[in-house]
């Protein structure tokens, strides 16, 4: 699996404040994220070693240091870096969406599905990001709550729109629907993945679309899958 990298320097993460993303997006970066996301959805953090990492991604454990200061450093970018990457994913939908014509309505639909084809394409950092909600007493607890925030931010942002166009009602609740959206894709998008695999991501696109037609827009017809 692969878990592609957004940069975003700075000496909390491991890398030096105002490092180039030419720095941060190496190969042997990406093979450390690949390694580190795939042993401890299978074992757990506490569990997986920085050895097992270094062995895994074929390299030396000096190397892993080399680039993150410790086991910590390297998860809680590993997130950082992982869910940025689904809110750009997430962005650029909406923003295609709109491009083409689209209602905001529309846009969340294109959010919907783009959100789908990037969990079956990283599942396992998936995993890792909704069981870290759960938990309150890790040390990158801050840094975790600064990405969904961004995540979050930019449902936000498509709701308001169209709040402010009159596709949506001025009472609704936008943060709180977005928190509703994104938890959606991402507890049904593991739910597929885990549970119902023989279905294609059109059904569960298609399934999804209904539920916000139905319950965001107010009703009509899901889009075509």
Not at 12 to 37: E, I, K, M
Request: hydrophobic letters at 45%; glycine letters at 10%; one cysteine or more.
């Amino acid at each position: 699996m692969s878990v592609p990298q957004v940069s975003r320097g700075g000496a909390g993460n491991g890398t030096a404040p105002g490092a180039s993303p030419g720095a941060r997006r190496t190969p042997t970066r990406r093979r450390l994220f690949d390694a580190a996301v795939t042993l401890i959805a299978e074992q757990g953090f506490s569990a997986t070693t920085v050895d097992e990492i270094a062995e895994r991604a074929g390299v030396a454990k000096g190397t892993v240091y080399y680039n993150f200061a410790s086991k910590n450093v390297l998860y809680e970018e590993l997130l950082r870096d992982g869910i940025d990457l689904l809110a750009d994913s997430l962005r650029q939908a909406a923003d295609s969406a709109t491009a083409r014509g689209g209602t905001r309505i529309d846009a969340l639909d294109a959010m919907i599905r783009a959100g789908l084809d990037f969990i079956a394409c990283s599942p396992a950092l998936i995993q890792l990001y909704v069981a870290e909600l759960w938990r309150t007493n890790r040390t990158w607890r801050a840094t975790l709550t600064s990405v969904r925030g961004r995540a979050q931010s930019v449902v936000e942002a498509v709701l308001r729109e169209a709040v402010e166009a009159g596709e949506l009602s001025g009472e609704l609740d936008i943060p709180l629907t977005a928190s509703a959206l994104l938890g959606m894709v991402l507890v049904a998008a593991l739910d597929w993945q885990s549970f119902q695999p023989d279905r294609s991501v059109e059904e569960v696109h298609a399934a999804l679309s209904r539920l916000l037609q139905g319950r965001v827009g107010g009703g009509g017809q899901a889009p075509p899958a």
